[in-house]
């Protein structure tokens, strides 16, 4: 899994992405190392990838939000991909080049998207879109752990990025619930100390205590007119 400048020689394109190189200035690659194949192979695999999984998601989205998509998707790798190699040395001269983490990417979104329909892998053993997706993110993730994930972190951004495109309402209507969730138990810490701070004071002030305690100012000003109110009753 995962294409690598390796193997095509010595040499590297100028459109690899190599995170020491981007850091130097080199900001190009963020955006072409996916274009450029290094085998015919490979080529023929991205090609026949997005014949099969590319053209049903754009004609789903259609096109201008297919491409605004996995044009995302590609700039969230490349860019998650050297901030990661700012702090592991060993991303940071790692030299990455090809489709394959756009085509992993390609197949999470198909397999969620259309996640009854069957495909056969090698032809053979037939598998439902839901289960291929999650399969393609579980064998990214074990390639990763036994290999070193510097070398599939492309792959990794790429579908963590698919998956939370093709998941952002629930979350974000997660997040949504947990923020509101907590600004009500502030409130309501807030409002319990002013409870106990008033309390506080009523009783100081029945013991007949010269020193009370400090009182927000909103209470005191409610405090000072409920005894005003009182007396008032009294002289009447």
């Not at 085509?103 to 056969?120: E, N, Q, S």
């Not at 629930?170 to 907590?182: D, G, H, I, Q, V």
Request: with cysteine.
């Amino acid at each position: 899994m995962g294409n690598r400048c390796r193997f095509i020689g010595h040499g590297c394109p100028v459109g690899a992405l190599v995170p020491s190189e981007v850091w130097r200035g080199q900001v190009w690659r963020l955006a072409t190392w996916p274009f450029i194949e290094p085998s015919p192979l490979s080529l023929l695999f991205t090609c026949l990838s997005l014949y099969w999984f590319g053209s049903d998601l754009a004609r789903e989205w259609g096109s201008p939000r297919f491409l605004a998509v996995f044009g995302g998707v590609t700039l969230a790798a490349a860019v998650g991909t050297c901030l990661i190699a700012q702090i592991d040395e060993g991303a940071l001269s790692q030299r990455y080049l090809g489709s394959w983490a756009l085509t992993c990417a390609m197949i999470v979104a198909w397999g969620l998207w259309f996640p009854d329909r069957v495909v056969r892998i090698y032809f053979v053993l037939p598998i439902r879109g839901y289960w291929l997706a999650w399969l393609t993110v579980a064998l990214t993730v074990v390639y990763a752990v036994y290999a070193g994930w510097e070398r599939f972190l492309p792959e990794l951004f790429a579908e963590g990025s698919s998956l939370a495109w093709l998941f952002r309402r629930p979350l974000l209507a997660r997040w949504t619930t947990s923020r509101k969730a907590a600004e009500g138990r502030r409130r309501d810490a807030v409002r319990a100390k002013k409870r106990a701070q008033s309390v506080a004071y009523l009783r100081v002030l029945e013991t007949h205590d010269d020193d009370p305690p400090p009182l927000p100012p909103d209470v005191e000003d409610k405090v000072r007119d409920l005894f005003r109110g009182k007396k008032r009753g009294d002289e009447e």
